[in-house]
Nanobody, 124 residues
């Protein structure tokens, strides 16, 4: 079992930045690829970013490329999502996820474990 706890969400204005953190506990963190997803009201959960277990490979949704950056610190069993130039359409609950394997995937069904989510609200 892997437990995931997100933090760092909040209410910001368009153009601001936020850094989300996901602390993990349980089984060996390094064995998991990690992902960030988000879900806005009335919409399906969507992939935002993913990172391989080594941190050498990262993947982003087109909507966040160039603005968001995913990283991990295996020594701290944590993964991060740096969000810059935030837009109102980035407003959503952001979820951290883990999947057993080397590489992340863009479909939520590939992930074994999920955090409880953290709300990000971007006002115009």
């Amino acid at each position: 079992q892997v437990q995931l706890v997100e933090s760092g969400g909040g209410v910001v204005q368009a153009g601001d930045s936020l850094r989300l953190s996901c602390a993990t506990s349980g089984r060996t963190f390094i064995r998991y690829a990690m992902g960030w997803f988000r879900q806005a009201p009335g919409k399906e959960r969507e992939f935002v970013a993913g990172i391989s277990w080594s941190g050498s490979n990262t993947y982003y949704a087109d909507s966040v490329k160039g603005r968001f950056s995913i990283s991990r610190d295996n020594a701290k069993n944590s993964v991060y999502l740096q969000m810059n130039s935030l837009k109102p359409e980035d407003t959503a609950v952001y979820y951290c996820s883990a999947r057993e394997g080397d590489q992340p995937r863009s479909y939520s069904t590939w992930y074994n474990y999920w955090g409880q989510g953290t709300q990000v609200t971007v006002s115009s």
